[in-house]
């Protein structure tokens, strides 16, 4: 039976960073993974090839609508899709094959198979080729998938997932979208951009839940703008093909008709066929694994990250939960800043986000101040002809130390990194202010929003 020092089961974002991780400091590793293609579902069928779509849709719609204010004349413009598509699935080969190269560089041994932990220090890989390996330390890094909802009958071609929304050979003349959170809002705004009609459907009263409220209501103006049509307060009880049209039934409404239909109502644990139960590793209601400080579950040598443990479901994420498990177990510490941990939307504009909301802010009396500046006033910005939005700082109104920043404009999801650094330095509005950020950049919103937290921006 092979015997490794450590074993991760899964090669996600989370995944593959831990192995690498732990090779580097000096185990024998290996990773066990049920797909051909490493990388996990954000480089395969999510993060990588949905920006892949949204880039190239946005490039088609500037194309279209856009480049005569610059100066830039066509006589026409034309879609190919397979072309498009071939880009995107180009990119993701070329990412995966990397990975590939790192386990190789870092002398990780790949196991291709099922991971199933069979008891505490014994892996067994199912698959073509079966075997079980042995190992001191187990990490589970299985990341998550598309959450169902009751009445919404998949058949992934027509009512689908956004793994399936990514491949459309055709651009539907009428897509659903259930779910108005990152994921249903990015391929929305893709399929809108490439020709369809676009409904967004959302439980709530309000899209993006959990990003700042006031944040979420301007993004939503300028998405109706575009031509999103949004319905809120909306309960799916219904989704399903009939043969030739879906049907989306709504509580209290008429049914909705169209071509396509994309769940998208966010997404659970992946742990069918772990083998959790059986070593009895404890799990919550919602089926994530529990863990402590150092990612250790309630069994000694099994260890879970990313997706399958509770936080927010980004890759970033996992990858810092990875490289921190791992040196948990190697050098008995580890630490990850969840309060440092950025989201972004990549719509046109972006949405980024890091730290407190102002809806937080308020529900847990924190005094704070605030500083905001549009992107309108930017000279970058107007050169660019990206002009919406603007950036929001908040920072305590005793201290001054950065409790928040939430960004909706021109390569937010770029911006808020330095947002990201100066919360995990315990920063304050004043050292961004301070700081000297290059003209011409959009990088100088964030200065002046930082300036204006007390009243003091330069160019508003």
């Given at each position: 039976?092979p015997t490794?020092?450590?074993?991760?089961?899964?090669?996600?974002p989370?995944?593959?960073?831990?192995?690498?991780r732990?090779a580097?400091?000096?185990?024998n590793?290996?990773?066990?993974?049920?797909?051909?293609?490493?990388?996990?579902?954000?480089?395969?069928v999510?993060?990588?090839?949905?920006?892949?779509?949204?880039?190239?849709s946005?490039?088609?719609s500037?194309?279209?609508s856009?480049?005569?204010?610059f100066?830039?004349?066509?006589?026409?413009?034309?879609?190919d899709?397979?072309?498009?598509l071939?880009?995107?699935?180009?990119?993701?080969?070329?990412?995966?094959?990397?990975?590939?190269g790192?386990?190789?560089?870092?002398?990780?041994?790949?196991?291709f198979?099922?991971?199933?932990?069979?008891?505490?220090?014994?892996?067994?890989?199912e698959?073509?080729?079966?075997?079980?390996i042995?190992?001191?330390?187990?990490?589970?890094a299985?990341?998550?998938?598309?959450s169902?909802?009751?009445?919404?009958?998949?058949?992934?071609?027509?009512?689908?997932t956004s793994?399936?929304a990514l491949?459309?050979?055709?651009?539907?003349?009428?897509?659903?979208?259930?779910?108005?959170?990152?994921?249903?809002?990015?391929?929305?705004?893709?399929?809108?951009?490439?020709?369809a009609?676009?409904?967004?459907?959302?439980?709530?009263?309000?899209?993006?839940?959990?990003?700042?409220?006031?944040m979420a209501?301007?993004?939503?103006?300028?998405?109706?703008?575009?031509?999103?049509?949004?319905?809120?307060?909306?309960?799916v009880?219904?989704?399903?093909?009939?043969?030739?049209?879906?049907?989306?039934?709504?509580?209290?409404?008429?049914?909705?008709?169209?071509?396509?239909?994309?769940l998208?109502?966010?997404?659970?644990p992946?742990?069918?066929?772990?083998?959790?139960?059986?070593?009895?590793?404890?799990?919550?209601s919602?089926?994530?694994?529990?863990?402590?400080?150092?990612?250790?579950?309630?069994?000694?040598?099994i260890?879970?990250?990313?997706?399958?443990?509770?936080?927010?479901?980004?890759?970033?994420k996992?990858e810092?939960?990875?490289?921190?498990?791992?040196?948990?177990?190697?050098?008995?510490h580890?630490?990850?800043?969840?309060?440092?941990?950025?989201?972004?939307?990549?719509?046109d504009?972006?949405?980024a986000?890091?730290g407190?909301t102002?809806?937080?802010?308020?529900?847990?009396?924190?005094?704070y101040?605030?500083?905001?500046?549009?992107?309108?006033?930017?000279?970058?910005?107007?050169?660019?002809?990206?002009?919406?939005g603007?950036?929001?700082?908040?920072a305590?109104?005793?201290?001054d130390?950065?409790?928040?920043v939430?960004?909706?404009?021109?390569?937010?999801?770029d911006?808020?990194?330095?947002?990201?650094?100066?919360?995990?330095?315990?920063?304050?509005s004043?050292d961004?202010?301070?700081?000297?950020?290059a003209?011409?950049?959009?990088?100088?919103?964030?200065?002046?929003?930082?300036?204006?937290?007390?009243?003091?921006?330069i160019?508003?």
């Open positions: 039976m490794h020092d450590l074993v991760v089961i899964g090669a996600g989370g995944g593959y960073v831990a192995a690498i732990a580097q400091l000096g185990l590793v290996a990773c066990v993974e049920e797909e051909q293609a490493l990388g996990g579902t954000c480089l395969r999510g993060c990588i090839p949905s920006k892949a779509m949204l880039e190239a946005e490039l088609y500037m194309a279209r856009h480049l005569a204010e100066g830039v004349t066509m006589t026409a413009v034309s879609l899709l397979p072309t498009m071939k880009r995107k699935d180009g990119i993701v080969s070329q990412l995966t094959k990397g990975v590939e790192l386990f190789r560089k870092n002398k990780v041994t790949r196991y198979g099922h991971g199933r932990i069979k008891a505490a220090g014994v892996v067994a890989v698959g073509k080729e079966p075997q079980e042995q190992a001191k330390h187990i990490v589970i299985t990341g998550s998938k598309s169902p909802l009751n009445g919404v009958e998949l058949d992934g071609t027509h009512v689908v793994t399936e491949s459309f050979t055709e651009v539907p003349k009428h897509l659903v979208v259930i779910g108005a959170g990152y994921i249903g809002l990015e391929m929305g705004c893709v399929w809108k951009r490439l020709g009609k676009v409904t967004v459907l959302e439980f709530l009263d309000r899209i993006l839940p959990g990003m700042d409220s006031e209501a301007e993004a939503q103006k300028v998405f109706t703008k575009q031509g999103l049509e949004f319905k809120l307060g909306t309960r009880t219904s989704a399903k093909y009939d043969g030739q049209k879906c049907i989306v039934e709504c509580g209290g409404s008429e049914p909705i008709h169209a071509d396509k239909v994309l998208s109502v966010g997404r659970y992946n742990a069918d066929n772990l083998g959790l139960d059986v070593v009895h590793v404890a799990r919550d919602r089926g994530r694994v529990q863990v402590d400080q150092l990612f250790r579950t309630t069994i000694p040598g260890y879970a990250i990313g997706d399958m443990i509770g936080g927010p479901m980004l890759a970033h996992a810092e939960e990875g490289v921190a498990c791992i040196e948990g177990i190697v050098h008995g580890c630490h990850v800043n969840y309060d440092a941990i950025p989201g972004v939307v990549y719509t504009p972006e949405i986000s890091v407190k102002e809806d937080q802010l308020k529900e847990a009396n924190v005094p101040k605030k500083g905001v500046f549009p992107f309108m006033a930017n000279g970058r910005a107007k050169a660019l002809g990206q002009t919406e603007r950036v929001k700082m908040l305590h109104a005793q201290t130390r950065i409790l928040g939430h960004i909706i404009g021109p390569r937010a999801g911006l808020i990194a330095e947002a990201v650094v100066a919360l995990e330095f315990g920063a304050s004043e961004i202010a301070r700081s000297s950020h003209h011409p950049t959009l990088a100088e919103v964030m200065k002046e929003a930082a300036l204006n937290v007390d009243g003091r921006a160019h508003m």
